[in-house]
């Protein structure tokens, strides 16, 4: 049976401030804060996915070097590993930037070495379902292609996929995922994805 290990992106929280600047929307509320939301679609996977693991399960700043590091140690340890880590994307510059929107599936760049194909192969077969469950689900705004990234988190030793639910500089994106409705939905389309 597939594990899912489930990254929140830059969930760092310590005694009720958030740790990760610049992650958030220009305003919250109505916006969000990107930790606080990845945190909480990474619980409602963990609970909709059997067999599935928090790798940063409280309110605090892991290392991404950490957290590759236990992937990499359980993937070693374990067959049929797959790293499935949760972000909002933000536009460019500073404030709302309403034309800027989508959700986005990412896989690390297609390797050189053999060895990885099938890992990459993996990663694409994944990210292609999530962006289809997003294109049939009830998101309210559009679904981006699958594109190829080398985000530090995705250089791993097995499967691994970036779903950026959408842009918290984004003020109808915003709202959606600052909703209860929304992450529920947002989640749920995902975990539809990897089913």
């Known amino acids: 049976m597939t594990k899912w290990l489930i990254n929140c992106g830059h969930s760092g929280m310590l005694w009720g401030h958030y740790l990760t600047q610049g992650k958030q929307s220009p305003n919250v509320p109505p916006g969000i804060y990107e930790g606080e939301f990845?945190?909480?679609?990474?619980?409602r996977l963990n609970y909709l996915l059997p067999n599935s693991r928090l790798l940063t399960p409280g309110p605090c700043n892991v290392t991404q070097a950490t957290r590759r590091k236990n992937v990499n140690l359980i993937a070693s340890l374990e067959?049929?590993?797959?790293?499935?880590?949760?972000?909002?994307?933000?536009?460019?510059?500073?404030?709302?930037?309403?034309?800027?929107?989508?959700?986005?599936?990412?896989?690390?760049?297609?390797?050189?070495?053999?060895?990885?194909l099938a890992d990459y192969s993996a990663s694409v077969q994944i990210a292609q379902d999530i962006s289809q469950a997003f294109k049939d689900g009830p998101l309210p705004y559009s679904v981006r292609p699958v594109k190829e990234m080398n985000f530090g988190i995705l250089k791993?030793?097995?499967?691994?996929?970036?779903?950026?639910?959408?842009?918290?500089?984004?003020?109808i994106d915003a709202a959606y995922m600052a909703s209860e409705t929304g992450r529920d939905?947002?989640?749920?389309?995902?975990?539809?994805?990897?089913?």
């Not at 972000?87 to 690390?108: C, E, K, Y």
């Not at 791993?156 to 003020?171: I, Y």
């Not at 939905?185 to 089913?195: D, H, P, T």
């Open 156 to 171: 791993v030793k097995c499967p691994s996929v970036l779903v950026e639910c959408g842009f918290h500089t984004n003020r």
């Open 38 to 43: 990845n945190r909480e679609i990474g619980k």
């Open 79 to 116: 067959n049929d590993v797959i790293l499935l880590s949760v972000h909002a994307n933000a536009a460019q510059n500073s404030g709302w930037q309403d034309r800027v929107s989508g959700a986005r599936v990412f896989v690390r760049k297609r390797p050189f070495a053999a060895a990885r």
């Open 185 to 195: 939905e947002i989640a749920e389309m995902i975990a539809s994805g990897v089913r």
